[in-house]
């Protein structure tokens, strides 16, 4: 059998797009604010594993439903046979410029598609829509009424009171934010339309949550490369004979900026895609969290792990003992000194030492000089990266293919950070990751055991709220 098709149909401007986009995981439905965006049907197969689950079918608005209805009630004989004056209707007029939108949106129903019939609960109900319930009820297919509130007003009891009349099932649907969970949900009601669609509708269900689990180890897998390679990220220059390393510092300590800014770009790129937003954009401003430099220490505070929490975790024993950080090496860390003050001295200078971008001339065994940037040895860096990726994360993963505005962030209240939250003996663990992520080049084996870790923290956030 065939996947189940759904035509998406109603009046125009109601947010028939939006659900479909929605419902498909679609971002290339056309939705705008104009009615009559939609002009001509068109099918959005939901497919996980290449299988199709289900169909959408977007459809335009009905135009004349009044005359249309008139039309079919004066050829009007049996109920037994409205469906076939509905056929009637569509081949009268078909071509004929007539009743085009009509006849477009008729033809997906005709040919046995269940009926998704979309309003806007946020308008109040009026008798103009009740042609077309009843033109659709006289197809005879099976059919279900979706509330969406576009706007603030709520007349969803009025819509709910007439909708019953007509509809076997009545739900209230938001289709730009309806969560993860709300679409499951309609789904499995759509199989409630028609027996044979039940258990289709109930597998598509269960595949589309065994698809999320394994969208949220492709993000961690992503998350878990991007610290490995940014972490142990460093770039440098060969100096010319007698070259001052002074002159050149600044240029390489830039690009080294760059390079890691780059970095978790292509990361966020990446985790978009994931969740299958192709055309996701951004919108740039200072005060947007996610638009913060990578580098801008002093919103690590929102980000990172403060220097209690750090050594809770391990990170700065395993670097003493490591001798991995400078001790002693003067000045403040970008991010400590705006945590603990410009003075930084006893048992915190051991943390103090990790200036992020700092070059380093370095003598070629053969003669030469290298001059070189990096890897970092901050050992908040790696819980910034992390924290800033569970944010986008969530603020990504909470987000329907119909919510096509820019993905902006607030800044929100002071709470603990999204790394704070982790709870500390997976905090420990990550920090054993990233111990080795900075002792050399990552390697499978710790970039597996930090996508295991990062898993739930993924799956968590987006499921949390996002402050
Ligand atoms: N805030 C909000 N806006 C919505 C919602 N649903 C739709 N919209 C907006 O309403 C406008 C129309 O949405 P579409 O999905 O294009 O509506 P449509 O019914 O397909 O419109 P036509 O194709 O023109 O008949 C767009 O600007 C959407 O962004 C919603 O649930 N909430
Ligand atoms: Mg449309």
């Avoid at 430099?293 to 919103?299: E, I, V």
């Amino acid at each position: 059998m065939s996947a189940p098709s759904f035509a998406v149909v109603g009046h125009p401007n109601k947010g028939k797009s939006s659900i479909v986009s929605t419902l498909a995981h679609d971002d290339s439905v056309r939705i705008a604010p104009e009615p009559g965006t939609t002009t001509h049907c068109r099918s959005y197969p939901m497919r996980v594993d290449g299988r199709v689950q289900y169909t959408l079918i977007d459809t335009p608005g009905f135009q004349r439903a009044r005359r249309a209805l008139a039309w079919i009630r004066e050829r009007e004989t049996t109920a037994a046979a409205h469906r076939q004056v509905v056929e009637a209707f569509v081949d009268a007029h078909r071509g004929t410029g007539a009743f085009d939108d009509e006849c477009e949106l008729l033809a997906p129903v005709l040919a046995g598609a269940g009926i998704l019939y979309v309003v806007d609960g946020s308008v109040p109900y009026g008798p103009e829509y009740e042609a077309e319930m009843e033109i659709l009820r006289w197809t005879g297919e099976p059919s279900m009424a979706l509330i969406n509130p576009i706007g603030e007003a709520d007349h969803v009891a009025e819509w709910r009171a007439a909708l019953q009349q007509y509809f076997k099932i009545v739900r209230v649907f938001d289709a730009v934010t309806a969560p993860f969970e709300k679409r499951v949900e309609l789904l499995r009601a759509f199989g409630q339309l028609r027996e044979e669609w039940r258990e289709p509708l109930e597998a598509a269900a269960r595949v589309l949550e065994d698809e999320r689990r394994r969208v949220y180890e492709r993000v961690a897998r992503e998350v878990a490369a991007m610290i490995g390679q940014m972490v142990s990220y460093s770039a440098s220059l060969r100096l010319p004979v007698a070259a001052d390393p002074k002159l050149y510092e600044g240029t390489l300590e830039q690009e080294y900026k760059d390079a890691l800014r780059e970095r978790e770009r292509k990361g966020r790129r990446a985790v978009e895609l994931v969740h299958g937003h192709r055309a996701l954009e951004r919108r740039e401003g200072p005060v947007e969290l996610l638009d913060q430099d990578l580098f801008s220490t002093d919103h690590w505070y929102f980000w990172g792990l403060d220097r209690r929490q750090l050594v809770a975790t391990g990170a700065a024993g395993g670097a003493l003992v490591g001798g991995a950080v400078d001790i002693g090496v003067g000045g403040a860390s970008l991010l400590l000194g705006t945590l603990v003050g410009a003075t930084v001295g006893g048992a915190t200078a051991f943390l103090s030492s990790g200036r992020l971008a700092r070059a380093r001339v370095l003598s070629l065994p053969l003669g030469g000089r290298l001059l070189r940037c990096g890897p970092t040895r901050d050992l908040n860096f790696p819980w910034v990266v992390l924290g800033r990726a569970l944010y986008h994360h969530a603020r990504v993963a909470g987000r329907t293919h119909a919510d096509r505005g820019a993905l902006t962030l607030d800044s929100g209240e002071r709470g603990p950070s999204w790394v704070e939250r982790i709870p500390r003996e997976r905090r420990t663990a990550i920090e054993r990751c990233f111990r080795r992520l900075r002792d050399g080049a990552p390697d499978a084996e710790v970039l597996e055991e930090l996508t295991r870790l990062l898993v739930p923290l993924i799956e968590e956030g987006s499921a949390g709220p996002v402050a």
